[in-house]
C-alpha cells in the first residue's frame, strides 16, 4: 500500500533498466546451449530422458529445448562430455510461446 501512495505522490515509480549487466548477473545459470555437430541422437536421447522439468525433447533429428520449462539446473550440461554449455543468456522474456522453442539440428552422427 505504501508503493501506491509513493507512486501517487512522485508519479510512476520504476526502477531503470540497467543499461550494462551487473558483475553478478555474470554468475547467474543460464539454460544451455549446444554443439549442433556434435550432437548425436544418442546423447540427445540421453539429455532428454535426464532432464528433470522436461524442457529437453527429441523430435526426430532435432533436440528441442523449451527454454520456458528449463530451469538452468546444468544436468545436461554435466551429462553431456562438453557438447552443452551454459548459454550466458538469462534475458528470457519473449512476447510469442513459440520464440521459446529452440530446435537444435543433430548433426553428429554424419559419417
Ligand atoms: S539445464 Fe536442467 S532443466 Fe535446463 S535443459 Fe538442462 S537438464 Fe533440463
Do not use: N
Not at 10 to 32: N, S
Amino acid at each position: 500500500m505504501w508503493w501506491l501512495f509513493r507512486g501517487l505522490r512522485r508519479g510512476v515509480v520504476t526502477t531503470r533498466y540497467p543499461k550494462e549487466v551487473d558483475e553478478w548477473a555474470r554468475a547467474l545459470p543460464t539454460p544451455p546451449q549446444f554443439d549442433a555437430e556434435r550432437l548425436t541422437h544418442r546423447m540427445a536421447d540421453k539429455l532428454s530422458t535426464s532432464c528433470p522439468s522436461g524442457a529437453l525433447q527429441r523430435d526426430q533429428s532435432d533436440l528441442v529445448l523449451d527454454v520456458a520449462k528449463c530451469s538452468a539446473c546444468a544436468r545436461c550440461i554435466d551429462l553431456s562430455a562438453g557438447i552443452a554449455r551454459p548459454s550466458g543468456l538469462w534475458e528470457l522474456a519473449a512476447l510469442r510461446r513459440e520464440d521459446l522453442i529452440k530446435r537444435i539440428p543433430i548433426g553428429g552422427d554424419k559419417v
